[in-house]
């Protein structure tokens, strides 16, 4: 039998995104089939595609007059592409013009951009789900979305990732001690710092937050273009936030959390959510998006850019230790709900195999 020859091709790809096409590699390569990853080279970096045992080739991040030609070279003996976000999507189905090679997109997000910005990216959906024969999508909203785009064939695909390592206690210890958190509460956030995440609302609930004795920490974890207006208006307002940058070692910062706060405008899976109920760490998180379909009823769900929402429900949790504890039990078991890596590894294969039948 022949040996099925895939590509994945990553655009700028989000944690989330890059986490699942590197689960997904790896469970193909498992299976018998030949994958080639194409991204950018820094996510090769972090996320070490050919140690799956894919062949990996870099892409520039942004778009370059030679990206859909080198892709063309790369599609040339592929039976089928598979393309990751959006701007994956527009350069495999240029690239794949004219070819009769299947197209299947998995959408993770959705654009966060108003006016001219947002009405192209909205056109670049339309042409990605129209030239796709399959879109997944890994929340109910996008599947919703591709279909309104005009999708022929749209459907759920919930992208796992892997579960995080187990944290010791001695490692959550030394987590709190580096952030300076003794008996102090400790909130943490995860994510980049662009403005669809919400952190200024969240800056305004921890303005709120120093009525209370003691006064919580927030620690947000991430990098992006909204660092230094965060960083000055914590140090102009003496907010008790700290923005420790990329960290590698997010599992233990967020086991070693009371609570941790999801403000986002949107969010289709989130990986601190998933992270985080996982850990059994009670989670805040605005109700948008996937992530009500993703939570259940395993977290305090308000509304996006409701600060005096968002400060309440953290505060009633740091005063009920039995809330906190019936959260984090309800989170592991919606955790176990979810579809697992193999599971996920095994719908995508089964969307190929109809699809080159």
């Known amino acids: 039998m022949t040996q099925l020859r895939t590509v994945q091709v990553l655009g700028g790809g989000s944690a989330g995104s890059s986490a699942h096409v590197r689960s997904l590699a790896a469970g193909l390569v498992a299976r018998g089939v030949q994958v080639t990853v194409c991204a950018p080279a820094e996510l090769n970096h972090l996320y070490d595609f050919p140690g799956t045992g894919v062949h990996f080739a870099s892409l520039p991040r ?12 790369i599609f040339a003996e592929a039976d089928l592409v598979h393309a990751h976000g959006l701007h994956a999507a527009t350069r495999a189905a240029l690239a794949l013009h004219g070819r009769p090679v299947p197209l299947v997109v998995t959408w993770h997000t959705r654009g966060q951009h108003g006016g001219a910005r947002g009405h192209v990216l909205r056109l670049m959906e339309r042409k990605a789900a129209r030239a796709a024969a399959v879109v997944l999508g890994t929340c109910s909203e996008l599947v919703d979305r591709a279909r309104h785009h005009g999708a022929r064939d749209a459907r759920l695909a919930p992208a796992s990732l892997p579960a995080p390592r187990g944290c010791s206690c001695a490692a959550e210890g030394r987590a ?14 995860v994510g980049s710092l662009d403005p669809h995440r ?15 004795d003691p006064v919580p920490l927030v620690v947000i974890a991430g990098e992006g273009p909204q660092r230094e207006p965060l960083q000055q208006r914590i140090e102009a307002e003496a907010l008790p936030v700290r923005l420790v940058g990329r960290r590698d070692d997010i599992s233990d910062l967020l086991a070693a959390a009371d609570i941790a706060v999801l403000p986002s405008r949107w969010e289709a899976r989130s990986v601190l959510a998933q992270e985080a109920l996982r850990l059994g760490v009670p989670l805040v998180a605005t109700a948008v998006g996937g992530v009500p379909e993703l939570v259940g009823a395993a977290a305090e769900l308000i509304p996006y850019g409701d600060a005096p929402a968002l400060s309440d429900a953290v505060t009633r949790l740091l005063m009920d230790a039995t809330r906190r504890g019936e959260l984090a039990r309800a989170g592991r078991v919606q955790a176990s709900t979810w579809q697992t890596e193999d599971e996920t590894v095994a719908q995508v294969l089964s969307v190929y195999d109809e699809l080159l039948s």
């Open 62 to 73: 942004r778009a370059a007059p030679t990206t859909v030609g080198t892709l063309r070279e």
């Open 176 to 189: 709190r001690a580096e952030l300076g958190v003794a008996d102090r509460p400790l909130i943490m956030a």
């Open 198 to 212: 919400g952190y200024e609302t969240l800056l305004d609930a921890a303005r709120l937050w120093q009525d209370l």
